[in-house]
T-cell receptor
C-alpha cells in the first residue's frame, strides 16, 4: 500500500499548456516535498512546504499544501520542454519522508 | 563542492555475492539516507542515519546493512545479493529540521543475476 498517491501517473502536453499534478494521502504530514528527477540522475528538491494552506511559487511552478496537510498540488504554467521529467512528492508523517510513485511529464515542443 | 557522491555508478553481481555501495557528502549534513528506486514503486527508504554514530531501519531493510563511518560517509552493504535487490540505489543527505535542504546522489545501478 502506497502512503502517497500521485496523479496522473503519465502526462504528455504541448509546450505552452498549463498542468496540475496531485499528491494525496490519508495521512497527515508535518512537511511535504516536491522533487524533479531526470533520467539517469538523482531527484532534485524543488520545494518543501510545512504549513497547511501554504502556497509557494518557484518561477512558473506553484506548489500548494492542503489545509489539512494530507495533500498537495503542483501547477506548472506555460510548460516548456525543459520541464520534462519525473515529478515526485514525499511526505513526512513523522521524521522520515515517504515517496509517491511519481508523475512522468513530457512536454512536446 | 561535489554534493553527494556515490560509487560505483554501475554494478553487476551474481546471486550470493556481496558488495558495498559507498556514499559521501561534503555539505556537513548530519543526516544521511539510503533509498532504492524500482519501477512503479517510487523511492523506498532502506536505512538512515540521523547523526554520526546512529543508524535506523527504514521501510525495506531486509538483506542490507549500513555503516556510518564518519559524518561524511555512509555505506550500504549487501551480504548475499539476490535478484530482488536489482534496483537503482540512491544516497541522500539532509540538514536538520522539516525545511532542511535535501540532496540526492546520482545513483548506483545494480543488477543481480
Amino acid at each position: 500500500t502506497q502512503l502517497l498517491e500521485q496523479s496522473p501517473q503519465f502526462l504528455s502536453i504541448q509546450e505552452g499548456e498549463n498542468l496540475t499534478v496531485y499528491c494525496n494521502s490519508s495521512s497527515v504530514f508535518s512537511s511535504l516535498q516536491w522533487y524533479r528527477q531526470e533520467p539517469g540522475e538523482g531527484p532534485v528538491l524543488l520545494v518543501t512546504v510545512v504549513t497547511g494552506g501554504e502556497v509557494k511559487k518557484l518561477k512558473r511552478l506553484t506548489f500548494q499544501f492542503g489545509d489539512a496537510r494530507k495533500d498537495s498540488s503542483l501547477h506548472i504554467t506555460a510548460a516548456q520542454p525543459g520541464d520534462t521529467g519525473l515529478y515526485l512528492c514525499a511526505g513526512a508523517p513523522g521524521n522520515q519522508f515517504y515517496f509517491g510513485t511519481g508523475t512522468s511529464l513530457t512536454v512536446i515542443p | 563542492n561535489a554534493g553527494v557522491t556515490q560509487t560505483p555508478k554501475f554494478q553487476v553481481l551474481k546471486t550470493g555475492q556481496s558488495m558495498t555501495l559507498q556514499c559521501a557528502q561534503d555539505m556537513n549534513h548530519n543526516s544521511m539516507y539510503w533509498y532504492r528506486q524500482d519501477p512503479g514503486m517510487g523511492l523506498r527508504l532502506i536505512y538512515y542515519s540521523a547523526s554520526e554514530g546512529t543508524t535506523d531501519k527504514g521501510e525495506v531493510p531486509n538483506g542490507y546493512n549500513v555503516s556510518r563511518l564518519n559524518k561524511r560517509e555512509f555505506s550500504l552493504r549487501l551480504e548475499s545479493a539476490a535478484p530482488s535487490q536489482t534496483s537503482v540505489y540512491f544516497c541522500a543527505s539532509s540538514e536538520v529540521g522539516p525545511s532542511g535542504r535535501w540532496v540526492f546522489g546520482p545513483g548506483t545501478r545494480l543488477t543481480v543475476l
